[in-house]
């Protein structure tokens, strides 16, 4: 981070310092209000839950000693120790979550499925993490291992997919559970209202708890931050009360000697117990999958010196009493309560429960953002609701879509004991997979000894293990709708993956061949015409098959052409310096270049106007770069293939040409002296324009005039193709992409046309088009009919 100018540089690292700790003293402050809401309220239901069923027939002192010292000792191992100490250090440039551990591994060995990688990608600067390859001996068999067998690497990445959307209904099961527990601490006190009134109630906090999402992350945080506060300096106090008061001997509980005992005296009534106990961690998932909107420090912050602790004396506080009170734990958190602060807490219970859902559902905000950019989810809309916080991000129609399915749940279920076993499940399932990735990780990214990743697998596996299993002896008791809705989830992924990946090997094996159009010539056979023709399609090299169609079907072209692909790397951002490929795709005379314009899966595809500004910048510095650097050029005795690529930045170019830059409400695409001096542009496009200038008043786009300055040392030929490409400018952008239509050949199996024709063809009809998420101006787009048989 550069100094601000006008600060000497004595001062800067102090100031730097300051302003470092006083951001993440505030994201931390912004934390309790989304990340830590689930977490901190489990207090409310984790012994009256643990102590339910079987476990009934063992309400004595030992058992509540055992169940607080398995309590304690999970908080530590998992909460503390594995996320907040070793898996928020596998962060990926402040991303978290399982696809930001997946990214990583995609980007230290060839596991990813994204068809069209460059070995280009490989050098961003952004691109590697952790040590050099050269010190990862130890896990080339491995590696190379999975890289050979596509079947494991889709394993893979299915195994990803299964966490993102456990991670998802997790978002729904929050939600539901969190509002109806507490409601149902009103109906506690309150005889009057019905069960049908509750339950109206709680649809209306739900709905205008994901009404407020718009708001974004940071307000929202700064209203529901306060809350959870006033609620962790309650449940410490309460419990620090408890534990003076009702048995100060509880702190030898302490102890793992207790859990021993605690599994000795009651068996497998304790093992199912555990469905109960791993509701303490619940929650714990989203620390790691919220990092985006935070900070890895921020997050450490509030929970080693805030919510640990709090947790810690709470759980301690309530065991003391429910050891003293042997028949209170049917409703054991309240019933802790002094009676003189019953109702303070009560309220502020109720307000911290419905916070509780926050930290998941921004979560699930982050997962489908990176799981969109990785080709693994439908396009849609993803909105950037800070300027200052990359990862805040809100996407409507997952937010809608949670609403009404956490609508469901609520008035399917109606009971809180059927929603928390599917939560448990839910929630552990998570955690079990970031287990198996972080091992991965470990042994390709941090490139340790494969033993240590063993020891890690082997060791919160036995933890986790073991309240996976107990948590899946409630699968009928409700634990099936989080597998029900994962494989829903899972299914819309793979497919959306699946045909996207098929689209792209029917371009990849129907280029068109560069001899074929070389043989055209450079005129193409038809007539070319001023402006630049931008032709969008997903291959990296060669010539899509949409381009033979217009050269055979239509009488003229643009004089400068540019094929754009624009594509996802695994990283969460790319410099703007590294943005940009240039490459020319035929010989000088043809006018035909290609641009790749790379984004990460957090990075930010603004609607700023200056795309096209960037992109003639960017041409033209590779036609001068050429002229000094002859290797990027294509072969004139060997054209059938691309030139090689050049990065062109996009922040400090370094152009011949000199910019005049001037702003109005709307910029066309085509500048009013082309159009009244062109035969080609008519009155009915200048009304069109007119009319479309009408409707859209509130965009500012900057209208960029390029001049070319005397330069006698300058080549001719290449001062020749710069002035084509400013004339080519002034004339006019047209877009042109693929309306394409995906179809399942004849001779494909069932499977595959369920998929690709009922499925695929749905979710490309009911998502966001290409030329939307691309911010691409309606006025100035040509679209040509594809039917792609996969």
């Known amino acids: 981070m550069e100094p601000e100018s006008g600060i000497g540089s004595s001062t800067s690292p102090c100031q730097f310092s300051l302003v470092t700790l006083s951001r993440n003293l505030l994201l931390a402050y912004q934390s309790f209000g989304v990340v830590y809401g689930d977490l901190s309220t489990s207090p409310l239901y984790v012994y009256s839950s643990a102590f339910s069923g079987k ?88 590696r190379r291992f999975l890289e050979k067998h596509k079947r494991l690497r889709t394993a893979l990445l299915l195994v990803v997919l299964f966490g993102a959307c456990m991670l998802i209904g997790d978002g729904v099961l929050t939600s539901a559970i969190s509002v109806l527990s507490s409601v149902s601490g009103i109906q506690s006190t309150e005889s009057k209202l019905t069960n049908a009134e509750l339950l109206l109630l709680a649809c209306i906090i739900l709905v ?88 890895a420090l921020s997050i450490r912050l509030a929970f080693v010196f805030v919510i640990y602790p709090c947790l810690v004396v709470q759980y301690m506080g309530q065991a003391a009493f429910l050891s003293m009170n042997l028949d209170s734990f049917s409703n054991s958190f309240y019933a802790s309560i002094p009676e003189p602060f019953f109702w303070p807490v009560f309220v502020v ?150 045909g996207t990946r098929r689209k792209y090997n029917y371009d990849l094996h129907n280029k068109v061949s560069l001899k074929w159009v070389l043989g055209l010539g450079p005129s193409l056979g038809i007539v070319r015409v001023p402006g630049i023709g931008l032709i969008y399609s997903e291959l990296t090299t060669g010539v899509p098959s949409i381009f033979s169609h217009f050269v055979t079907n239509l009488p003229a072209f643009h004089k400068v052409l540019v094929f754009v692909c624009v594509k996802s790397v695994p990283v969460p951002y790319v410099s703007p310096d590294e943005r940009f490929l240039i490459g020319r795709v035929c010989p000088r005379p043809y006018r035909m270049y290609r641009c790749i314009v790379r984004y990460g899966y957090k990075d930010i595809q603004r609607d700023d106007g200056d795309f096209e500004n960037l992109l003639v910048q960017s041409v033209a510095e590779f036609i001068q770069m050429e002229a000094v650097e002859p290797h990027y050029s294509s072969s004139e005795t060997s054209p059938s293939v691309d030139g090689r690529m050049a990065v062109i930045s996009t922040r400090d170019i370094r152009s011949s040409m000199t910019l005049t830059v001037t702003e109005q409400d709307f910029v066309s695409v085509v500048d009013d002296d082309s159009i009244h001096s062109g035969s080609s542009k008519s009155n009915t496009l200048q009304s069109l324009r007119s009319m479309y200038e009408d409707d859209t008043p509130s965009i500012r786009r900057r209208q960029v005039r390029f001049q070319l300055p005397p330069n006698p040392r300058m080549d001719p030929v290449v001062r020749e193709e710069l002035m084509d490409l400013i004339r080519a400018k002034e004339a006019g952008v047209a877009y042109i992409m693929g309306h394409s239509y995906v179809k399942a050949r004849r001779n494909s199996s069932f499977i595959k046309k369920l998929a690709i024709d009922i499925g695929y063809s749905f979710l490309r009809k009911n998502c966001r088009g290409p030329s939307v998420a691309l911010n691409i101006p309606h006025i100035s787009l040509i679209e040509v009919g594809m039917i792609y048989y996969v």
């Open 349 to 498: 219970a109720t307000l911290a429960a419905i916070v509780g859902s926050q930290a998941v559902i921004t979560a699930t905000f982050s997962i489908v953002k990176q799981c969109h950019a990785l080709g693994c989810f439908p396009r849609v809309k993803v909105v950037h609701t800070s300027k200052h916080i990359y990862g805040q991000i809100y996407i409507p129609e997952i937010n809608w879509i949670l609403m009404v399915l956490t609508l469901a749940v609520t008035i399917g279920f109606q009971d809180t004991t059927l929603i928390g076993n599917a939560y448990g499940l839910a929630c552990m399932t998570v955690m079990f997979i970031t287990t198996f990735l972080m091992g991965l990780v470990i042994v390709f990214v941090w490139q340790r000894n494969f033993f240590l990743a063993t020891f890690f697998l082997l060791f919160f596996w036995l933890i986790e293990g073991t309240y996976l299993s107990a948590a899946l002896m409630k699968v009928p008791q409700g634990g099936w709708l989080p597998l029900a809705l994962s494989v829903i989830f899972m299914l819309i992924m793979y497919i959306w993956h699946y």
């Open 55 to 142: 476990l009934r027939n063992h309400h004595n002192q030992e058992a509540v000693y055992g169940a607080f010292s398995l309590i304690f000792w999970t908080l530590t191992f998992v909460p503390l120790i594995k996320y907040v100490i070793i898996v928020m250090s596998a962060d990926d440039s402040g991303e978290g979550g399982t696809f930001a551990l997946y990214s990583l591994l995609c980007r230290h060995a060839k596991l990813s499925l994204l068809p069209n990688q460059q070995a280009a990608d490989e050098e961003l600067s952004s691109y590697r993490y952790g040590p050099s390859s050269a010190q990862a001996a130890s896990s080339s068999a491995l």
């Open 208 to 295: 205008g708890l994901f009404a407020l999402q718009h708001c974004g992350t940071h307000r929202v945080a700064f209203m529901f931050a306060p809350i959870v506060i006033i609620w962790l300096l309650f449940i410490f106090s309460i419990g620090l009360y408890n534990i003076i008061y009702w048995n100060p001997k509880i702190v030898y509980a302490l102890s793992p000697h207790y859990i021993v005992k605690f599994f000795r005296e009651t068996g497998k009534d304790g093992w199912l117990s555990l469905g109960g106990i791993l509701l303490s961690i619940t929650g714990t998932e989203a620390m790691f999958a919220d990092l985006g909107h935070f900070t």
